[in-house]
């Protein structure tokens, strides 16, 4: 299924926020939300980017999509530029790049019913006439788990992992090849969420979709991903398979970001020795060129309040961004 | 039983709505030790923060205590006035919330809202007040507690919030703790200083803790006795290791399943439980996870089960351990047990 072929590609992708907290224009501000960050992703792959609240990966994302006009950087997607197409241009590529967001009960419209919610993508891209369409939001219901008498009901009327189906329908609905989905389970019971991951990793492999799944929850990223990307306030701390990031996380905030997830086994925890991180996130605004972690980081030196770390190839297929891993 | 803290006995909390009577909590028991931390686990729906509440007694119309008894600290709290109540609460037992976002007043210094604490139960001066809640952000780990105390909550971030919520939950120095999911809302490296500064607490001051929470992760690092909730009713109680090692209700071991492991190297498929949490207006008859059981046998959806024994300290509330019952790989037989 997986092959080497390059699906995505985004390059020093950054994406400023302006913070106007002043009428002139000296007290400027930027929110580095996104800081120069660069990765691919292969036709098939699951993607994961996890990080801490803030730290940018929902940004990229909606950059991704142009729901956000990138401040720098280039989007390359299967072969083509789309980092400043027109509005137009980009047309046939919102078919291509779908989206599922995290809250179910905010991202459908609740006066529309469910076959006018999945079918409107179809409508918009002029995929089908008016019964095909309904036939196949039947079928598409059907491939997400729900039934097709559900079509003529409205959102209100499903449960909080029915209405996330519904938006994986939606999304699946104009035959994208790449789907972002926006930390898809957070906001569902634990119960649930195995049913939906589930359903996106049997999808992904009769459909041959490839995703970029975002969340913050580790340990559920590391079972849905290929590769993980590690953020922390807008840069990529480290790269690499996700075997190996748990395995031989090399940058010191993965080593804490893993060893700070609470395991749901109470004798590995007896054991096992936990790096509490001191203090919190920084502000994102206007930073100064260091290690974005160096305030919290252990093994923290002169350097990292002085140089900002690149992302750099350590082994193969492993990135790592940090002044002492080599 | 000198040593227990809190007894429940079949307490059981409603909510009269238009649409009718949401049955949230329907019977729970239990007995808590002095210092002990229990942890009470369930998703949304499931009754558990509903519970605490009504061990507050802090359920407000529509909502009602239905039946059940409340036995704190060897006093009947059950029927007692609202003002003997308020005497109680923050004094004697206090509680955390979800969200430290909006559970302080934004428009009160730190200090003015936990020296007001402080200053309702006990009969100390301004100063004095002052300096315990110092002590108190210290220990909860505010750097330079006597600057940061003149601030306001948006000047906090959220882990820091949560703490000087605790601090002044702390402040009176409770006998009970109630934190109803005091992580949550927070980040994982900040979700673990929370949880060190709970386990310090438990350690330090010897306060008795009831953790609510839905994460199985948080409850395996910080808990001695679990409750499992579903349905608004316990579906399974033990210590820690029975819950995760020997669990004896479909319930747990559904939800012990469908949780990812992070060190299986394989793309193992995740187990899901299937189906949906049960709508408490018209909840199932019979058990309420009978619906969504892989073993569901015909008496699960008519009868509720009753009780049984399965080791010590360590009950069940499933019909696959009654004797009559078609044996299931990994459930063993238990015995009837009185009604704890």
Known sequence: ???????????????????????????????????????VIK???????????????STIGRTIVRLYEPTGGRIIFDGDDITTMSQKDLHPYRKRIQMIFQDPYASLNTRMTVAEIIGEGMLTHKLSNNSERLERVHYLLNTVGLKKEHANRYPHEFSGGQRQRIGIARSLAVEPELIICDEPISALDVSIQAQVVNMLEDLQDKMGLTYLFIAHDLSMVKHIS?????????????????NELYENPLNPYTKALLSSIPVP?????????????????????????SCRFNPRCPMCQQICREQTPELLEVRPNHFVACHFVK | MSDTILEVNGLQT????????????????????????????????????????SLMKLIDFPGRIKAGSIVFDKKDITNYSNTKMSDMRGNDMAMIFQDPMTSLNPVFSIKS???????????????????????MLHLVGIPEPEKRIHAYPHQFSGGMRQRVMIATALSCNPKLLIADEPTTALDVTIQAQIIDIMKHVSKELHTSIILITHDLGVIAELCSRIIVMYGGMAMEKGNIDDIFYRPSHPYTRGLLQSLPRMDSHAKDRLIPIKGSPPDLMKPPSGCPFSPRCPHAMNICREEAAPTFKVGEGHTSVCWLLHKDAPAVEGYAKGEVADAE
Do not use: W
Not at chain 1, 43 to 57: A, D, I, P
Not at chain 1, 266 to 273: D, L, Q, V
Not at chain 2, 115 to 135: F, P, S, T, W, Y
């Open chain 2, 113 to 135: 809202q936990m020296v007001e604490v402080i200053r309702r139960h006990r009969k100390v001066n301004r100063r004095d007040a002052l300096k315990v809640a110092v002590e």
């Open chain 1, 265 to 289: 086994d109470p004798r590995a925890n007896r054991t096992s020795k936990r790096i509490v991180l001191q203090g919190d996130v920084k502000s994102p605004i206007n930073p100064p060129p």
């Open chain 1, 226 to 242: 290929d590769r993980i990307g590690v953020m922390y306030l807008g840069k990529l701390m480290e790269v690499c398979d996700s």
């Open chain 1, 43 to 57: 036709r098939g792959e699951t993607f994961g980017l996890v990080g801490e609240s803030g730290c940018g990966k």
């Open chain 1, 1 to 39: 299924m997986q092959n080497d072929q390059v699906l995505l590609q985004v390059e020093n992708l950054k994406k400023y926020f302006r913070m106007d907290n002043s009428f002139s224009n000296k007290h400027r501000q930027d929110l580095t939300a996104v800081d120069d960050v660069s990765f």
């Open chain 2, 14 to 53: 409603s909510f009269y709505t238009h649409l009718g009577e949401v049955q949230a909590v329907r019977g729970l028991s239990f007995k808590m030790k002095k210092g002990d931390i229990l942890g009470i686990v369930g998703e949304s729906g499931s009754g558990k923060s509903v519970s605490a509440l």
